[in-house]
């Protein structure tokens, strides 16, 4: 027997009746109702329902649809009929029509499924990724894998309309110091010398500029060798944009006009232009994050000088040492937190690295509870005006220096705004965080470091600060920002040698450095390189805050776990001795303790 599809299982309607379907699919329900068989069938698009009638179908075919269970592939022939009056489903895209079958091929049987397929709901998340190509089978799945889909084609189309080129750059690469660590892959060919995976594109793309493209993008793989969490994986997708002659300005506003596009076209949102822009500054100080979530209040408000005379020490001494008081009002919160709920922001706020959390009520005749009492009424009376404060709010205060207040008290605005319910999931926060610094003070490595990358551009007025003042550089660097969370960064690109040279030296490298690891980048800007700049989209965390979901691993066909392994294909996974043996490698005693050689190395020994 052989005959065609002739439809999808999700694409059949009222106008369809009448028409003779054949559709091809995966069993998706069963049910035997007095004598007449019904199935759900489902492909991508969809489901559908199926009537084995033994008045209609063959004795032969009904006997193996009741032999039919979940999973089972088969091929299914009939007429499309309206189903009967309150029968509907109005839940379904088909559910006004069903199929009567005539015809019933089994392509495949199936065993029972770890996990049921209509819902993840309870399903642990490793037993998922273990039977990915199952869990791709939910339509839920496949509508993101769809969404993605359809992202990337609308991103193609825009800037194709916009004289963009897709230019791939390689994936065996040079390991270059750009933040984290690199994915080696050894030379067989050129023992004991490594390439590295991309972290980027981005010298390439630099390079594409240099090269006299203009407007160059890619729907680019990276990896980085990096602790995971939610919204990391060790590969990953970036959409990666570069342009010549322009200004920041000029990026900014044809990435504006692809996000008002995407919107428009996905989500059907409106965005009203140009975003609205923050500085580095001003987000750190208001909301305690340079990825701020604006769709809710809760702003952090800066009461230094308000508190430095006061009797009060721990808030008087840090002011006068340098350090900052910072506080949120959490309106209505003192009438309705328990003492056990405050306690609880307290020891949030010492696992963020807060030395104590600081708070009072306010009340009509001030104050009351946590540090009332160590103020007098007037400047009791202060605290609450600079904190905009009425009876009932509960306000929380940090003392300490100004990272520490920002981190701290951010992370406290994002839990209480979840706590509360104050942030409207329905709406969008798009905006841009501009005027970054170049540079940032890491503690554990003992210098400074680019914020960004070390290819950002300083504001020209501030080159002669490179080596004098570091952390007086601003940089030409702007992040697109949505619902909290960074979806895009990029910036003007350093163009001339000398500035770059001396990026470098601020970054502690010397000369010698600089030319091992950035050689054939450093000699490409004595040809002739124009200004030019870009920004880096990631891909994956446009289309989890598209789709609404809280994982990178949702949005990925095939993702890794938190731990970087792949539990469906059991990657990473030990190389035999005479894979290693070509490629001049030789495992540390201690790496051999913790790998169980597969049996196939033991014939290579």
């Given at each position: 027997?052989?005959?065609?599809?002739?439809?999808?299982?999700?694409?059949?309607?009222?106008?369809?009746?009448?028409?003779?379907?054949?559709?091809?699919?995966?069993?998706?329900?069963?049910?035997?109702?007095?004598?007449?068989?019904?199935?759900?069938?489902?492909?991508?698009?969809?489901?559908?329902?199926?009537?084995?009638?033994?008045?209609?179908?063959?004795?032969?075919?009904?006997?193996?649809?009741?032999?039919?269970?979940?999973?089972?592939?088969?091929?299914?022939?009939?007429?499309?009929?309206?189903?009967?009056?309150?029968?509907?489903?109005?839940?379904?895209?088909?559910?006004?029509?069903?199929?009567?079958?005539?015809?019933?091929?089994?392509?495949?049987?199936?065993?029972?499924?770890?996990?049921?397929?209509?819902?993840?709901?309870?399903?642990?998340?490793?037993?998922?990724?273990?039977?990915?190509?199952?869990?791709?089978?939910?339509?839920?799945?496949?509508?993101?894998?769809?969404?993605?889909?359809?992202?990337?084609?609308?991103?193609?189309?825009?800037?194709?309309?916009?004289?963009?080129?897709?230019?791939?750059?390689?994936?065996?690469?040079?390991?270059?110091?750009?933040?984290?660590?690199?994915?080696?892959?050894?030379?067989?060919?050129?023992?004991?010398?490594?390439?590295?995976?991309?972290?980027?594109?981005?010298?390439?793309?630099?390079?594409?500029?240099?090269?006299?493209?203009?407007?160059?993008?890619?729907?680019?793989?990276?990896?980085?060798?990096?602790?995971?969490?939610?919204?990391?994986?060790?590969?990953?997708?970036?959409?990666?944009?570069?342009?010549?002659?322009?200004?920041?300005?000029?990026?900014?506003?044809?990435?504006?006009?692809?996000?008002?596009?995407?919107?428009?076209?996905?989500?059907?949102?409106?965005?009203?232009?140009?975003?609205?822009?923050?500085?580095?500054?001003?987000?750190?100080?208001?909301?305690?994050?340079?990825?701020?979530?604006?769709?809710?209040?809760?702003?952090?408000?800066?009461?230094?000088?308000?508190?430095?005379?006061?009797?009060?020490?721990?808030?008087?001494?840090?002011?006068?040492?340098?350090?900052?008081?910072?506080?949120?009002?959490?309106?209505?919160?003192?009438?309705?937190?328990?003492?056990?709920?405050?306690?609880?922001?307290?020891?949030?706020?010492?696992?963020?690295?807060?030395?104590?959390?600081?708070?009072?009520?306010?009340?009509?005749?001030?104050?009351?509870?946590?540090?009332?009492?160590?103020?007098?009424?007037?400047?009791?009376?202060?605290?609450?005006?600079?904190?905009?404060?009425?009876?009932?709010?509960?306000?929380?205060?940090?003392?300490?220096?100004?990272?520490?207040?920002?981190?701290?008290?951010?992370?406290?605005?994002?839990?209480?705004?979840?706590?509360?319910?104050?942030?409207?999931?329905?709406?969008?926060?798009?905006?841009?965080?501009?005027?970054?610094?170049?540079?940032?003070?890491?503690?554990?490595?003992?210098?400074?470091?680019?914020?960004?990358?070390?290819?950002?551009?300083?504001?020209?007025?501030?080159?002669?600060?490179?080596?004098?003042?570091?952390?007086?550089?601003?940089?030409?660097?702007?992040?697109?920002?949505?619902?909290?969370?960074?979806?895009?960064?990029?910036?003007?690109?350093?163009?001339?040698?000398?500035?770059?040279?001396?990026?470098?030296?601020?970054?502690?490298?010397?000369?010698?450095?600089?030319?091992?690891?950035?050689?054939?980048?450093?000699?490409?800007?004595?040809?002739?390189?124009?200004?030019?700049?870009?920004?880096?989209?990631?891909?994956?965390?446009?289309?989890?805050?598209?789709?609404?979901?809280?994982?990178?691993?949702?949005?990925?066909?095939?993702?890794?776990?938190?731990?970087?392994?792949?539990?469906?294909?059991?990657?990473?996974?030990?190389?035999?001795?005479?894979?290693?043996?070509?490629?001049?490698?030789?495992?540390?005693?201690?790496?051999?303790?913790?790998?169980?050689?597969?049996?196939t190395a033991k014939k290579d020994q």
């Amino acid at each position: 027997m052989s005959f065609e599809r002739t439809h999808y299982c999700g694409t059949l309607r009222a106008e369809d009746i009448g028409k003779e379907a054949t559709v091809c699919g995966w069993v998706h329900r069963r049910r035997d109702h007095g004598g007449v068989i019904f199935i759900d069938l489902r492909d991508r698009t969809g489901l559908v329902q199926i009537v084995f009638n033994p008045e209609v179908v063959l004795p032969d075919q009904f006997t193996q649809a009741e032999k039919l269970r979940n999973e089972f592939v088969i091929r299914v022939r009939g007429m499309v009929r309206g189903r009967l009056l309150g029968m509907e489903n109005p839940n379904l895209s088909t559910g006004a029509i069903e199929i009567y079958a005539t015809t019933l091929e089994v392509l495949n049987e199936a065993k029972t499924p770890p996990f049921a397929l209509d819902a993840h709901t309870g399903v642990d998340e490793a037993l998922r990724l273990k039977y990915r190509y199952l869990d791709l089978r939910r339509l839920e799945m496949q509508e993101t894998l769809a969404l993605r889909h359809r992202v990337a084609k609308l991103v193609r189309d825009f800037l194709d309309a916009r004289g963009f080129w897709e230019i791939e750059t390689p994936m065996l690469t040079k390991s270059t110091p750009e933040g984290a660590r690199d994915f080696l892959v050894p030379s067989r060919v050129q023992p004991g010398e490594f390439y590295a995976l991309p972290q980027s594109p981005q010298l390439f793309k630099q390079l594409l500029m240099m090269a006299g493209i203009d407007r160059y993008f890619q729907i680019a793989r990276c990896f980085r060798d990096e602790d995971l969490r939610a919204d990391r994986q060790p590969e990953f997708t970036q959409l990666d944009i570069e342009m010549a002659f322009v200004d920041r300005d000029d990026i900014m506003n044809i990435i504006e006009e692809l996000v008002a596009f995407l919107f428009q076209e996905v989500v059907g949102e409106e965005v009203k232009l140009p975003l609205r822009r923050l500085s580095y500054t001003e987000a750190m100080e208001r909301f305690g994050s340079d990825k701020p979530d604006t769709r809710f209040g809760l702003e952090i408000q800066d009461v230094s000088e308000v508190v430095q005379d006061t009797n009060f020490r721990v808030f008087s001494d840090t002011v006068r040492s340098g350090g900052h008081v910072r506080g949120i009002n959490v309106e209505g919160a003192g009438d309705k937190f328990a003492r056990r709920e405050i306690d609880e922001l307290g020891e949030r706020a010492s696992a963020y690295g807060s030395k104590g959390l600081l708070w009072l009520i306010v009340t009509e005749e001030g104050g009351r509870g946590g540090i009332t009492k160590f103020f007098t009424a007037e400047e009791l009376s202060r605290l609450v005006l600079a904190m905009q404060a009425k009876p009932g709010d509960l306000l929380i205060f940090v003392a300490d220096k100004a990272k520490v207040c920002a981190d701290v008290l951010g992370r406290l605005r994002l839990f209480l705004g979840e706590k509360m319910g104050l942030i409207d999931h329905d709406t969008w926060g798009l905006l841009w965080v501009v005027d970054w610094p170049l540079f940032e003070y890491s503690e554990t490595e003992g210098r400074w470091e680019a914020a960004h990358h070390p290819f950002t551009a300083p504001l020209p007025e501030d080159v002669e600060l490179l080596t004098k003042a570091p952390e007086k550089v601003r940089a030409q660097a702007y992040d697109l920002v949505l619902n909290g969370t960074e979806v895009g960064g990029g910036s003007i690109r350093i163009h001339r040698r000398e500035v770059q040279e001396r990026m470098f030296a601020a970054l502690g490298l010397t000369s010698e450095e600089a030319q091992s690891k950035f050689g054939f980048f450093l000699d490409a800007f004595d040809y002739g390189t124009p200004p030019h700049g870009g920004i880096a989209w990631g891909f994956d965390r446009l289309i989890m805050l598209l789709a609404k979901k809280n994982s990178l691993r949702d949005v990925i066909a095939f993702p890794k776990t938190a731990s970087a392994q792949d539990l469906m294909t059991g990657a990473p996974s030990v190389a035999i001795d005479g894979q290693l043996r070509e490629l001049h490698i030789r495992l540390t005693p201690e790496a051999e303790k913790k790998v169980k050689v597969p049996s196939t190395a033991k014939k290579d020994q």
